[in-house]
């Protein structure tokens, strides 16, 4: 009976220990003059990436800045900063979303990193075709890089001008070929207007390359998983790009697909796996340059939030890594 209750004792006494255990996301970094208080996951619940802006502000009255490290994240931010707030706490971050723009026009969202999601979708096309029809492709190390640059307020005109004239040569576009040489499918990491330009550099692609493409926007990585499976059942589909959400998790899946056809990935790479190219940007240079820009904006340093979809996308771990190599470098 004693030795049953000192046991008990030693497994209750263990209990907030293990309870307690923060991942390293959850742990504040150091770098440079910045404390980076921790990265905040919404698993792309736009609800929720508020809520978690609130919360932040709610725990961190002296917080200097909010992060996000997807499209979505910095409109949800400024949507959750009181407006007398408004410029006392700043606002970074990736794409450029609708929300984006607009907290930018306003002045109350500082710069954003823009991506090249037409160019993510129609270098995919053009890859699958190449490797269908036993092309070679240009690559260095396996990498199609579509570059990125920051906009801030006083860029933003030039680069929304070029943004209609690349969807309007995509609309003029629209329309599957009469008879499609060969059947590709692009599937996103989410559901967001992110992916419109996207959409349009697949109706581009169709209609270059006499190819038909069937465009799909997963809420998740079990919604993706539904896909693939879909795509090796139905078996008349020629080639995939993916922007892969889990790497490790879905890796056995991939392959299955890589066994049957050319599978490339954009956006979020899954290195590791059977993929033939990965197309997009650099997200540890990214990062990296939205590091240096957030020095350059706050030269005093301060505390940041980082907030995210979903740290175990490849994408959003090279962002944040090389965020924090951006903040500390001279």
Not at 180 to 194: H, R
Request: proline share 5%; charged share 20%.
């Amino acid at each position: 009976m004693k030795k049953s209750f000192v046991l008990l004792c030693a497994l209750l006494a263990a209990l907030p220990v293990l309870s307690c255990k923060k991942s390293p996301e959850s742990t504040p970094v150091t770098s440079g003059k910045f404390v980076i208080l921790g990265t905040k996951t919404d698993n792309q619940d736009q609800a929720q990436a508020k809520a978690n802006a609130e919360n932040t502000l709610q725990l961190h009255a002296d917080i200097g800045a909010m992060v996000g490290l997807y499209g979505y994240n910095p409109a949800a931010c400024l949507d959750a900063i009181p407006p007398e707030q408004r410029g006392k706490v700043k606002v970074f971050g990736f794409d450029g979303e609708p929300g984006t723009v607009k907290g930018m026009k306003a002045g109350h969202i500082e710069g954003t990193v823009v991506q090249q999601p037409f160019e993510f979708a129609y270098q995919s096309m053009k890859t699958l075709m190449a490797l269908h029809n036993g092309q070679p492709v240009e690559a260095k190390d396996g990498v199609v890089a579509i570059p990125v640059k920051i906009i801030t307020k006083d860029t933003l005109a030039a680069y929304e001008s070029a943004q209609t004239a690349l969807l309007a040569s995509a609309t003029a576009a629209a329309g599957a070929p009469a008879a499609a040489s060969a059947k590709f499918v692009f599937i996103t990491n989410g559901q967001s207007s992110f992916w419109d330009a996207a959409r349009a550099g697949c109706r581009k692609a169709a209609k270059d390359f006499g190819i038909t493409v069937e465009f799909q926007m997963p809420q998740d990585a079990p919604d993706q998983n539904r896909l693939l499976e879909s795509i090796l059942a139905k078996g008349d589909c020629h080639g995939v790009a993916i922007s892969v959400l889990s790497p490790e998790s879905q890796g056995g899946l991939l392959q299955k697909i890589a066994d049957k056809m050319p599978l490339v990935t954009h956006d979020s790479d899954a290195p590791k796996s059977a993929r033939k190219f990965y197309h997009g940007i650099d997200n540890y240079e990214a990062g990296k340059a939205l590091g240096g820009f957030i020095r350059e904006r706050m030269k005093d340093g301060g505390k940041l939030m980082l907030f995210v979809g979903s740290i175990d996308s490849l994408n959003a771990s090279e962002r944040r890594r090389g965020l924090i190599d951006g903040l500390n470098t001279p």
